[in-house]
Structure formats: structure tokens, C-alpha cells
Nanobody, 127 residues
């Protein structure tokens, strides 16, 4: 059974850091594009970062570039999102997703309709 489970969310003060984890079971993460998405209250879902299959290179949207880092631990079948310099506008439910189509993470875009999704973890940035 394919499953993605996010963890690591919580309450953090502005300027703080958190590391989110996305643990996969039922398939090998290294063979899939992995994306992190978020949905803030009352807003649509936004692609944040993704990591490619072919070369493992990451892509992040401009709003988080330089603050968020996506990485993959193939041995543990886990993907991480290291978030630093957090802002109140980063408050959202964060989801990880996976898709076998390599073009779903390019150097300029993250496709939203990925095949597999986790249930999300809430990140709240507030003082």
C-alpha cells in the first residue's frame, strides 16, 4: 500500500526554523518526483519545492527560495523540507506528494496533480 506521512509541523516564532519529514512506504522515493505543497487558511494550494528524479536537483518557488531546502534520504525513503527564517505568511498545512512523471518537477515549475499525497502537517508561525 502506497503511503506518504508528513511530520514535524508545529508552532514556531517568526524567524525560527522547522524541519518537515515525508516518509514513504509501498514505493521507492528515489524513483519519483517529490513535491512539497502548502495551503494557507482560505487560500488555494501552492507548490513550494520539489526534487527531481534524474539528478536530485531541487526547485523552489521564489517566495521560499533561500529559506527552504528540500532534500532526499534514499536509504530511509524519506524527503525533508528544512524551513528557516519563517514568516507568518508561511503558516499553512504542508503536504508532500509524489509522482512518477519526471517532468512534474522542472527547473521552473511544480505540477500540482501528483499521483500520491500525504495528509499534511500544520505549520503555524506566530509570536
Amino acid at each position: 500500500q502506497v503511503q506518504l506521512v508528513e511530520s514535524g509541523g508545529g508552532l514556531v516564532q517568526p524567524g525560527g526554523s522547522l524541519r518537515l519529514s515525508c516518509a514513504a512506504s509501498g514505493f521507492t522515493l528515489a524513483d519519483y518526483v517529490i513535491g512539497w505543497f502548502r495551503q494557507a487558511p482560505g487560500k488555494g494550494r501552492e507548490g513550494v519545492s520539489c526534487i527531481r528524479i534524474s539528478d536530485g536537483n531541487p526547485y523552489s518557488v521564489d517566495s521560499v527560495k533561500g529559506r527552504f531546502t528540500i532534500s532526499r534520504d534514499n536509504a530511509n525513503n524519506t524527503v525533508y523540507l528544512q524551513m528557516s527564517s519563517l514568516k507568518p505568511e508561511d503558516t499553512a498545512v504542508y503536504y508532500c506528494a509524489a509522482d512518477y512523471r519526471s517532468y512534474y518537477c522542472s527547473g521552473s515549475a511544480i505540477y500540482h496533480d501528483m499521483q500520491f499525497w500525504g495528509k499534511g502537517t500544520l505549520v503555524t508561525v506566530s509570536s
